[in-house]
């Protein structure tokens, strides 16, 4: 039976190509090193509750698009967080903390982040200061909250959030665990970063003898994308496709492997997925993604609550998937990348790929998800 039917148009608004790809495994292990992706598996992989996230085999959808195998990385199981996030906002406070039980960590957060920080401060028996914007949901904070963080609300953006976050931090001597990296603050991020990899180490424990062919990996500041990316060079012996899919209204990295160099967007409109709205790719994963990135999407808001009801009602699989908004879009790339003859072309999307998806989150905000699936 068609699932994607109808006249339905699935569409991409940007697709580029990097001009300046170099899939250089050596160049992107100096940037996240084999020593700091190692011993964040060994590290995360004991902790208590610990297992694998499911790789779920998208089989209608695969069957329908003529590709052989689409795999999707469901972090909607990971720990009782539901997001990829929780691996790397906890590892860095594990990691800064080094057994002192007397710090107190604060971050500034849109939500998944800082709770996967409260979360990693409870699990030490640390206190944790949580700044959030006026925009951010009191169901988000209350998450936190409930996680004995202290939430703090600030005046306006995320960009307020962090300043007040780091003037409050430096006169109180709390250290920041922010996943964002800037000019002096690298060690933090690639914390962060190092935990998003044990995604990667499972999936290569998962796929068993398959071989990824393609890689479609969603992109807020890219710290999720560029560790995946080192996940690769770490992990795998072949080099797949590599896309990076963004929103349109947020597309930084897009435009930043356009020209070359970092790229600032002013956000007009914030897109539905919330966690990929961001204005700036951050330093440490710009330094591996603007040449090991072979394509860059952007994409409409228009099909997410679509693809999300329809993973819903396992019409892509054999099971149902709760995929949140920030989930979708790599479903969607793929589909409108197939819809588009010459971009399958391109591509070389046919009956021999494997493509790997990351179903980033759950749902998160459980508000927000039941909203978009009624929609
Ligand atoms: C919940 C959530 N937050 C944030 C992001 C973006 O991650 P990063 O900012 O590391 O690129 C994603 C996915 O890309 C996500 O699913």
Same mark, same amino acid.
């Given at each position: *039976?068609?699932?994607?039917?109808?006249?339905? &148009?699935?569409?991409?608004?940007?697709?580029?190509?990097?001009?300046?790809?170099?899939? /250089?495994? !050596?160049?992107?292990?100096?940037?996240?090193?084999?020593?700091?992706?190692?011993?964040?598996? !060994?590290?995360?992989?004991?902790?208590?509750?610990?297992? !694998?996230?499911?790789?779920?085999? &998208?089989?209608?959808?695969?069957?329908?698009?003529?590709?052989? #195998?689409?795999?999707?990385?469901?972090?909607?199981?990971?720990?009782?967080?539901?997001?990829?996030?929780?691996?790397?906002?906890?590892?860095?406070?594990?990691?800064?903390?080094?057994?002192? #039980?007397?710090?107190?960590?604060?971050?500034?957060?849109?939500?998944?982040?800082?709770?996967?920080?409260?979360?990693?401060?409870?699990?030490?028996?640390?206190?944790? #200061?949580?700044?959030?914007?006026?925009?951010?949901?009191?169901?988000?904070?209350?998450?936190?909250?409930?996680?004995?963080? /202290?939430?703090?609300?600030?005046?306006?953006?995320?960009?307020?959030?962090?300043?007040? $976050?780091?003037?409050?931090?430096?006169?109180?001597?709390?250290?920041?665990?922010?996943?964002?990296?800037?000019?002096?603050?690298?060690?933090?991020? #690639?914390?962060?970063?190092?935990?998003?990899?044990?995604?990667?180490?499972?999936?290569?424990?998962?796929?068993?003898?398959?071989?990824?062919?393609?890689?479609?990996?969603?992109?807020?500041?890219?710290?999720?994308?560029?560790? *995946?990316?080192?996940?690769?060079?770490?992990?795998?012996?072949?080099?797949?496709?590599?896309?990076?899919?963004?929103?349109?209204?947020?597309? $930084?990295?897009?435009?930043?492997?356009?020209?070359?160099?970092?790229?600032?967007?002013?956000?007009?409109?914030?897109?539905? *997925?919330?966690?990929?709205?961001?204005?700036?790719? !951050?330093?440490?994963?710009?330094?591996?993604?603007?040449?090991?990135?072979?394509? $860059?999407?952007? &994409?409409?808001?228009?099909?997410?609550?679509?693809? *999300?009801?329809?993973?819903?009602?396992?019409?892509?699989?054999?099971?149902?998937?709760?995929?949140?908004?920030?989930?979708?879009?790599?479903?969607?790339?793929?589909?409108?990348?197939?819809?588009?003859?010459?971009?399958?072309?391109?591509?070389?999307?046919?009956?021999?790929?494997?493509?790997? &998806?990351?179903? $980033?989150?759950?749902?998160?905000?459980?508000?927000?998800?039941?909203?978009?699936?009624?929609?």
């Amino acid at each position: *039976m068609k699932i994607l039917s109808n006249g339905h &148009l699935w569409k991409h608004t940007k697709f580029i190509e990097n001009k300046n790809f170099f899939f /250089d495994k !050596s160049k992107i292990l100096n940037s996240l090193s084999k020593i700091d992706i190692d011993e964040a598996y !060994s590290t995360i992989s004991n902790w208590e509750g610990y297992s !694998s996230t499911p790789l779920i085999e &998208l089989n209608k959808l695969s069957k329908e698009l003529n590709l052989n #195998k689409i795999f999707y990385k469901d972090e909607s199981k990971r720990f009782d967080l539901k997001s990829f996030k929780a691996l790397g906002g906890a590892y860095a406070v594990e990691k800064i903390s080094k057994g002192n #039980k007397n710090i107190i960590v604060a971050t500034a957060t849109a939500g998944n982040h800082g709770r996967s920080v409260a979360w990693g401060a409870r699990r030490l028996g640390l206190k944790c #200061k949580i700044f959030i914007s006026e925009f951010v949901s009191d169901a988000r904070g209350k998450a936190m909250v409930d996680l004995g963080a /202290d939430v703090i609300k600030v005046k306006g953006n995320y960009e307020k959030s962090l300043i007040e $976050c780091i003037k409050q931090s430096t006169n109180n001597n709390w250290q920041i665990v922010q996943d964002v990296a800037w000019k002096d603050y690298v060690i933090v991020p #690639k914390f962060t970063m190092a935990g998003y990899t044990v995604m990667m180490k499972e999936i290569v424990n998962q796929i068993k003898n398959s071989k990824i062919t393609h890689i479609i990996l969603q992109a807020g500041v890219g710290g999720m994308a560029g560790a *995946m990316v080192a996940g690769i060079a770490r992990y795998l012996d072949n080099v797949p496709i590599t896309l990076v899919v963004e929103p349109d209204s947020a597309a $930084c990295v897009l435009e930043s492997i356009k020209t070359g160099k970092i790229e600032k967007i002013d956000i007009k409109r914030e897109s539905l *997925m919330g966690g990929m709205s961001c204005g700036e790719v !951050s330093l440490v994963p710009w330094e591996i993604l603007k040449y090991s990135i072979k394509y $860059c999407i952007s &994409l409409p808001d228009d099909n997410i609550s679509k693809t *999300m009801k329809l993973l819903g009602k396992a019409s892509f699989s054999n099971e149902k998937i709760i995929a949140g908004e920030n989930s979708a879009p790599g479903v969607i790339s793929l589909i409108a990348s197939c819809e588009d003859k010459k971009i399958k072309e391109k591509l070389n999307l046919n009956k021999n790929s494997n493509v790997l &998806l990351i179903g $980033c989150e759950g749902d998160t905000d459980q508000e927000m998800y039941q909203k978009l699936i009624n929609q």
